[in-house]
């Protein structure tokens, strides 16, 4: 590098029709959205936790229509895996989010799925009954599996969308892009991910990108950020994590 210094690429990476939310920062799209249909039973008569944990999970909530049916949702809390997705909702939500209370909860010191259960056992009555909006693709399953070994709450996930990883072709383009304006001696690109499906779908399409064979292989100005456990553990497993500056 001979004294040079180094510049910083920060590209966050995620789902198609989303945008970084640094206007310095450069988006990659990796996978896109599709709404699926559900066959959720709203609960009668009975109050619940509302837990949305992404954007895609609340435009779906949108598209299914549930909102629409507000007088009959006994939601009493609604929350929020992190600070952007809550805001979100307080935007495209705003009398759901009335009905029920006047803030969005959402973890303020760890962000994702795990935080925030972990921060609902403080606050939520035994018994309380939690309905997960999330992807049919992605950890919600398993980190709930491993929440419900210590907890006394019921709860309930509700898949509103699936995700599908874009073309070849499409992302192979977007990496063209970056990489071809920048001195790759003097860069560092940091990619920002905050899942670990998110970890696997921009390393694989780096890998195939670089021609190269292992993870371990890829090119010495590749970093990566992470959002959530799950992407850290995705990194861990990729051995990667030596590249991690989270």
């Not at 309380?128 to 709450?153: A, D, P």
Request: hydrophobic share 40%; with cysteine.
């Amino acid at each position: 590098m001979n004294g040079k210094k180094i510049k910083k690429i920060f590209v966050e990476c995620g789902l198609e029709g989303d945008s970084p939310k640094k206007s310095t920062n450069i988006f990659f799209p990796v996978a896109k959205a599709e709404f699926i249909s559900s066959s959720w039973n709203i609960p009668q008569n009975k109050e619940f936790t509302a837990c949305f944990t992404s954007k895609q999970a609340v435009n779906s909530f949108l598209y299914q229509k549930f909102d629409t049916q507000i007088d009959n949702l006994m939601c009493h809390r609604i929350c929020a895996v992190g600070q952007s997705t809550a805001a979100y909702i307080k935007k495209v939500l705003p009398l759901f989010v009335q009905k029920a209370v006047k803030e969005v909860i959402y973890p303020k010191n760890e962000k994702g799925l795990f935080a925030l259960l972990s921060e609902l056992e403080n606050n939520l009555k035994h018994n309380s009954h939690v309905v997960i909006f999330t992807s049919e693709i992605g950890k919600s399953k398993q980190i709930l599996s491993e929440f419900l070994s210590h907890n006394l709450f019921t709860y309930e996930i509700v898949p509103l969308y699936t995700l599908v990883d874009l073309e070849i072709k499409r992302v192979n383009e977007y990496l063209t892009v970056l990489f071809q304006n920048e001195n790759l001696l003097d860069s560092q690109f940091v990619f920002y991910c905050r899942s670990g499906y998110i970890v696997n779908l921009v390393v694989k399409s780096l890998i195939t990108f670089f021609n190269v064979t292992t993870p371990h292989n890829l090119p010495p100005f590749l970093f990566f950020s992470t959002w959530e456990k799950s992407a850290r553990e995705a990194l861990l497993k990729l051995n990667l994590i030596d590249r991690d500056i989270s």
